[in-house]
């Protein structure tokens, strides 16, 4: 996933953290509920995000490269992670898109 990707999630989860805050207190947190979040979340969301990536291109790895291989005998190991980790940053980053999309239901809209 690309930086402004990654902010852009950064910020919609300091809003949420926000709005829950101002539920909380019944009024509006200000922005000392976003700094909240970035004092105390934002550090483990980008360690935690990287984590669950690098897990997931080693998982594909160890499926894909043995299937890949026995149909592509010459296939090289760092090519395909390249490959690998470019079609799950594309992935990942149209499903961060869907998954942010508006919803009526959700309320984020308000904040």
Excluded at 33 to 51: C, K, L, P, V
């Amino acid at each position: 996933m690309d930086m402004k990707t990654l902010m852009q999630n950064q910020i919609r989860e300091a809003l949420k953290h926000k709005w829950f805050k101002g539920i909380e207190k019944g009024c509006d947190p200000g922005p000392e509920a976003i700094n909240e979040w970035i004092d105390t979340y934002a550090e483990t969301y980008r360690r935690d995000y990287d984590e669950c990536f690098a897990a997931l291109l080693a998982a594909t790895m160890d499926k894909a490269f043995p299937k890949l291989r026995g149909v592509f005998p010459d296939f090289d190991r760092d090519k395909m992670a390249r490959m690998a980790r470019i079609i799950l940053e594309e992935f990942t980053k149209i499903w961060f898109l869907e998954m942010t999309k508006s919803d009526p239901n959700n309320h984020m809209e308000e904040i």
